[in-house]
C-alpha cells in the first residue's frame, strides 16, 4: 500500500469515519473521551465524526438519565450506533420453499417467513413466491422496503459473481437465469447471490457448529449434495463458482447416484422427492432391512464424497447439514469411515442451524457487504476477490 500524503483527506476521513462507527458499534454508548481513548484519533476528529454521522443518520445521541443528571450536574454526552438505520434481508430459494430472515445493522434478527412452492414451479412463479414472502415479512416487522440496504441470496447452481446462475438442474429454467438482475428490480440495493451450500457454510462458521474454525467443509447431503467450504477463514468458490460440486463425482466412475442407492424398489427415487427420501429414512428407523441396506449404502456414498473433500482441503471441522443432518446416527459412521481414507480425521458435526442455514448466510452475505462499506478497514468472510 502507497504512503498516504496530504492529497489523500477523503481517504483519511472515511478511514476515521470506519474507525469510529466500528468503536460505537462494539458498544452499548460511548461518551467522546471513551471513543478518543479507544480509537487513538484526536477528540476534535472524533467529534468531528460523531456530528457528520448524526446527521447520517447512522449516530445518534443518548439521553441522559433525570437521575444521574441531577446528582451529577451536567452529563457527558453519550452516542450509539444506530442498528436500526438500516435492514438487511437474507433469502434462501430451495426446491419446496422460499424463505426470509431480516435484520438489523447490527446481524440481529427481527423476523423470519418462509411459504411453500411446488418442485415442479417455473422460475417465475418461484421467484413471485420470493417476493410474497418478503412483502409479509417487511409488513409484519413494520420495516419499509426503502429501509432496506442489501439483500443476500442462497440459491442452488454454480453462480457467477453478478448472480447468474450459470449452471442450476436442481429448479425448472434455472440455468442461464439472471437471478442477481432480477431481484434489484424488486429490491432497488445491492442483491448478492451466492450458491446455498457456500451461503450455509458461511452461516455454520458465523453462529453454528463451524463458530470459531476458519477451515471448514460444509456438506449439503441430498440426492444431489453439494458442498460450500471456508478456507483460512474466506469462502472458496472456485475459480467459476464450481467448488463443492460433489454431486458429479458418480460422472468420474465413482458408482450409482445417490437416488439410485436410496431406491428400495429397483426404481431410482426422483431426486427432488424428499418425500420418498423421509419415508425410506423412517421405514430404516422401524427396522426395515431393505431401508436400512438403502440408507447403509448412502451413508457410504455420503462418506467417500466427503473424504475427497476432506482429503483435499484438510478442514478443522466437517459440518453435515442438509436433510440428511436429521439422521441417527450418521456421525459416527462417518467419524470411522473417514479415519479409514483421510490422512488427519476432521472434526465431524451436525448443523446447528438445520433448515436456516442457508438463509442465515445469505443474511451474512447482505451483513458483510454493509460491514464493507461502513468499516472498510476490515476483511469480510464472504467479500469476493
Not at 111 to 116: C, L
Request: contains cysteine; proline residues 4%; negative net charge.
Amino acid at each position: 500500500m502507497g504512503r498516504m500524503t496530504g492529497g489523500d483527506p477523503s481517504l483519511l476521513r472515511r478511514i476515521n469515519s470506519a474507525v469510529v462507527l466500528h468503536a460505537l458499534r462494539g458498544t452499548e454508548c460511548a461518551t467522546l473521551t471513551e471513543i478518543t481513548r479507544v480509537t487513538g484519533l484526536s477528540r476534535p476528529t472524533v467529534e468531528g465524526v460523531v456530528e457528520g454521522q448524526i446527521e447520517a443518520g447512522l449516530v445518534v445521541e443518548v439521553a441522559a438519565e433525570e437521575g444521574a443528571a441531577r446528582r451529577q450536574g451536567r452529563p457527558a454526552r453519550r452516542f450509539r450506533f444506530r442498528a436500526e438505520a438500516g435492514y438487511l434481508l437474507g433469502l434462501e430459494i430451495g426446491s419446496h420453499r422460499v424463505s426470509a430472515v431480516l435484520s438489523d445493522l447490527d446481524g440481529r434478527i427481527l423476523g423470519t417467513a418462509q411459504k411453500a412452492v411446488l418442485a415442479s414451479a417455473p422460475a417465475d412463479e418461484r421467484l413471485e413466491r420470493l417476493r410474497a414472502t418478503v412483502a409479509d415479512l417487511l409488513r409484519r416487522t413494520g420495516v419499509s422496503r426503502q429501509g432496506v440496504r442489501a439483500v443476500g441470496v442462497g440459491s442452488p447452481g454454480i453462480v457467477e459473481a453478478d448472480g447468474t446462475v450459470r449452471l442450476g438442474t436442481a429448479l425448472p429454467e434455472w440455468t442461464g437465469l439472471e437471478l442477481g438482475e432480477r431481484l434489484r428490480r424488486s429490491f432497488r440495493c445491492p442483491v448478492l447471490v451466492e450458491n446455498d451450500a457456500n451461503t450455509a457454510a458461511v452461516a455454520e462458521h458465523w453462529k453454528g457448529a463451524a463458530a470459531g474454525s476458519d477451515d471448514v467443509v460444509y456438506v449439503m447431503a441430498g440426492l444431489s449434495p453439494g458442498a460450500g467450504s471456508l478456507i483460512g477463514g474466506r469462502l472458496h468458490r472456485g475459480f467459476g463458482g464450481a467448488a463443492g460440486e460433489i454431486g458429479a463425482l458418480h460422472l468420474l466412475g465413482r458408482g450409482e447416484t445417490p437416488e439410485t442407492l436410496l431406491s428400495t424398489n429397483g426404481e431410482p427415487l426422483h431426486p427432488l422427492d424428499e418425500q420418498a427420501v423421509a419415508a425410506v429414512f423412517a421405514d430404516a428407523r422401524d427396522g426395515d432391512a431393505q431401508a436400512q441396506a438403502a440408507l447403509d449404502r448412502f451413508v457410504r456414498r455420503l462418506v467417500h464424497d466427503v473424504a475427497a473433500l476432506v482429503l483435499a482441503l484438510d478442514p478443522e471441522v466437517v459440518v453435515i447439514g442438509g436433510w440428511a443432518a436429521g439422521l441417527d446416527g450418521v456421525l459416527e459412521p462417518l467419524r470411522k469411515e473417514l479415519a479409514r481414507y483421510c490422512l488427519r480425521t476432521p472434526r465431524v458435526a451436525l448443523s446447528v442451524l438445520g433448515e436456516a442455514a442457508v438463509a442465515t448466510g445469505a443474511l451474512r452475505l447482505a451483513l458483510d457487504h454493509v460491514e464493507e462499506q461502513l468499516f472498510a478497514v476490515e476483511t469480510t468472510v464472504t467479500a469476493r476477490r
